[in-house]
């Protein structure tokens, strides 16, 4: 059973930066996507960043800029770098993987907690 564990939440000031790690219990490369979700408490789910398995990133517009997602294969291991952090921020963070097509299948991580404040 595919398992996802993530890594490296914590306090950040506004304006400060963390790396959030989600490592997979497979090969990452295995996946049609790799993405992350963050929950404000109070709040919905909401979609922030995705690397497909060739490569290609998106984001959401409010991390636009600031959030760059990206993969290590060999590790098999995703990654989110957290930039020029703000209070609205605060969330847990949760990875998840998408397998491919024709029977997709989706897994996710435990969640780390994130939070961003003076």
């Known amino acids: 059973q595919v398992q996802l564990v993530e890594s490296g939440g914590g306090l950040a000031q506004p304006g400060g930066s963390l790396r959030l790690s989600c490592a997979t219990s497979g090969r990452i490369s295995s996946f049609y996507s790799l993405r992350w979700y963050r929950q404000a408490p109070g709040k919905q789910r909401e979609w922030a960043a995705t690397?497909?398995?060739?490569?290609?990133?998106n984001y959401a517009d409010s991390v636009k800029g600031r959030f760059t997602i990206s993969r290590d294969n060999a590790k098999n291991t995703v990654y989110l770098q957290m930039d020029s952090l703000k209070p609205e921020d605060t969330a847990v963070y949760y990875c998840?993987?998408?397998?491919?097509?024709?029977?997709?299948?989706?897994?996710w991580g435990q969640g780390t907690q994130v939070t961003v404040s003076s």
């Open positions: 690397v497909t398995s060739g490569g290609i990133t």
């Open positions: 998840n993987a998408l397998s491919p097509p024709p029977l997709p299948q989706q897994y």
